[in-house]
């Protein structure tokens, strides 16, 4: 369920807002549709009320009076005019209260008992003192009753209304009276007739959407600026320094927003682009002296001081090409080509197989783009960390759903789960000493992270069940 509900800011707020709207809109519907069925009903009760009481005066000649429930009262005007006008011709059935004497309260198959409505009409009868033996009460289809339909045909013809304003059913009431039944009719409005209670929540459903589509306009002024601030900001993490300044959009607030973004972009870019002047200034200061002193070194008669003092000066040299390095990953402005890295795999393992050492490969063909310079050094530090404190060296090429893998693995001591993490800082190194031969400079590993940055991936390390490392470049295809 929760994987199908919006996991942007401008699709929940939407979907939050236009559910309370609906919610709010269905229940203040479903209540008008009651209260408008509750004034119709009061009005049928009433109109049968009405003509009951009317019937008993034509029958008996008495006054007609009778206390209505609170309510419309639809039928009070017309059984007036009716009244004054006096019975038809026959004196079976008179216009106004619609009014017929049966020996029986004859009901059909299609008929549809009405006890609440019915209970409520005996206690509006009772409440005027119009005591029955009997009372019924059902609701009929007009295409049943052949006195509705010559009384709705009247009806229409007289006020201009079409088959379509006319109720499709009648209420139909009897009440017994000495040896016979006297019955009445009333057609029935309900609200929303051919809808239902459905009526309001359509109304609620059109509202809602309605009143969302706004909401989204209003919204997304707001929440589109954010996103763009999103990519914006996930860019200058790739690529740091060289992204343009954002255009500032939407509100003030979120203007702000992206104008102190702009200023900090701006300044960390700075500040990168100022250390690589810096590292780049102090690596030609310093390899300057460096090469001065290598040829000062050469002068020197005690062959075994002398080669100390070269392994040092070339210690400290190929210490500086990596800090080097590790500045420069990244500031290439050249675009990544498609490459096939089981190739690129293959070339930096005959590097280390010419040299004498054991390397094995295993590798698919998996083509991805690819800086392929920086690619290869940071696959050549993984396999030279492997040779080092493992003695030989697996190198593996695949794919992992989106991702392309390069895998080096190692049979060496592996290294404590707690250090793991710590093991791709700058300068830390997996052996004690500071042994340049058997230790390194402790730049490897966070070369070999920084180029899978560069490319988008990430660095992975684990140790392997059986023994050993295996560490993974894992880069998008």
């Known amino acids: 369920m929760r994987r199908f509900l919006p996991k942007s800011l401008l699709g929940q707020v939407t979907l939050a807002i236009a559910l309370t709207l609906f919610l709010v809109q269905g229940v203040n519907g479903y209540l008008g549709w009651r209260i408008e069925k509750q004034r119709v009903e009061t009005a049928l009760v009433n109109t049968l009320s009405l003509r009951l009481v009317a019937s008993q005066r034509v029958r008996?000649?008495?006054?007609?009076?009778?206390?209505?429930?609170?309510?419309?009262?639809?039928?009070?005007?017309?059984?007036?005019?009716?009244?004054?006008?006096?019975?038809?011709?026959?004196?079976?059935?008179?216009?106004?209260?619609?009014?017929?004497?049966a020996e029986s309260f004859a009901t059909l198959a299609g008929d549809r008992p009405l006890p609440e409505l019915q209970q409520r009409l005996a206690e509006t009868l009772r409440d005027n003192g119009h005591e029955f033996e009997n009372i019924r009460l059902v609701e009929r289809s007009v295409a049943n009753d052949p006195v509705a339909q010559r009384f709705l045909e009247r009806l229409a013809r007289r006020r201009g209304l079409t088959e379509r304003d006319l109720p499709r059913t009648i209420a139909i009431a009897g009440v017994r009276q000495g040896d016979g039944w006297d019955v009445v009719r009333a057609p029935v409005y309900r609200p929303h007739e051919h809808f239902g209670p459905v009526f309001p929540l359509l109304r609620a459903a059109l509202l809602t959407l309605l009143l969302s589509f706004v909401l989204w306009l209003v919204l997304r002024r707001i929440t589109g600026p954010l996103a763009q601030l999103t990519r914006q900001t996930e860019d200058f993490?790739?690529?740091?320094?060289?992204?343009?300044?954002?255009?500032?959009?939407?509100?003030?607030?979120?203007?702000?927003?992206?104008?102190?973004?702009?200023?900090?972009?701006?300044?960390?870019?700075?500040?990168?682009?100022?250390?690589?002047?810096?590292?780049?200034?102090?690596?030609?200061?310093?390899?300057?002296?460096?090469?001065?002193?290598?040829?000062?070194?050469?002068?020197?008669?005690?062959?075994?001081?002398?080669?100390?003092?070269?392994?040092?000066?070339?210690?400290?040299?190929?210490?500086?090409?990596?800090?080097?390095?590790?500045?420069?990953?990244?500031?290439?402005?050249?675009?990544?080509?498609?490459?096939?890295?089981?190739?690129?795999?293959?070339?930096?393992?005959?590097?280390?197989?010419?040299?004498?050492?054991?390397?094995?490969?295993?590798?698919?063909?998996?083509?991805?783009?690819?800086?392929?310079?920086?690619?290869?050094?940071?696959?050549?530090?993984?396999?030279?960390?492997?040779?080092?404190?493992?003695?030989?060296?697996?190198?593996?090429?695949?794919?992992?759903?989106?991702?392309?893998?390069?895998?080096?693995?190692?049979?060496?001591?592996?290294?404590?789960?707690?250090?793991?993490?710590?093991?791709?800082?700058?300068?830390?190194?997996?052996?004690?000493?500071?042994?340049?031969?058997?230790?390194?400079?402790?730049?490897?590993?966070?070369?070999?992270?920084?180029?899978a940055e560069q490319h988008g991936g990430s660095l992975v390390l684990a140790n392997r069940p059986e023994g050993g490392l295996v560490a993974e470049l894992r880069l998008p295809l």
């Open 237 to 451: 993490t790739r690529n740091p320094g060289k992204g343009r300044p954002m255009e500032e959009a939407g509100p003030e607030d979120v203007r702000r927003l992206i104008a102190a973004h702009n200023a900090m972009e701006a300044r960390i870019g700075a500040m990168l682009d100022e250390k690589d002047v810096m590292l780049g200034a102090i690596g030609h200061d310093l390899k300057t002296p460096l090469a001065a002193l290598r040829v000062r070194v050469e002068g020197v008669a005690d062959e075994v001081a002398r080669a100390r003092m070269v392994d040092s000066i070339e210690d400290i040299t190929l210490t500086l090409d990596e800090i080097l390095a590790l500045a420069r990953v990244g500031k290439s402005d050249a675009s990544p080509e498609r490459t096939d890295l089981a190739a690129l795999a293959a070339g930096v393992v005959e590097e280390f197989e010419d040299t004498g050492d054991s390397v094995a490969l295993e590798a698919a063909r998996v083509v991805a783009p690819v800086h392929l310079t920086w690619l290869k050094r940071g696959l050549r530090n993984l396999v030279s960390n492997a040779l080092r404190y493992g003695g030989d060296a697996r190198v593996v090429v695949a794919t992992e759903g989106q991702e392309a893998v390069l895998r080096v693995e190692d049979t060496g001591p592996g290294i404590p789960e707690h250090r793991i993490a710590d093991m791709m800082e700058p300068f830390t190194r997996g052996e004690a000493s500071r042994n340049r031969a058997t230790g390194g400079a402790g730049l490897g590993l966070t070369l070999a992270r920084a180029v």
């Open 60 to 101: 008996q000649a008495g006054p007609l009076t009778v206390e209505l429930q609170p309510g419309p009262h639809p039928a009070l005007d017309e059984s007036r005019r009716e009244s004054r006008r006096g019975p038809r011709r026959g004196g079976r059935r008179f216009a106004g209260t619609d009014f017929t004497r």
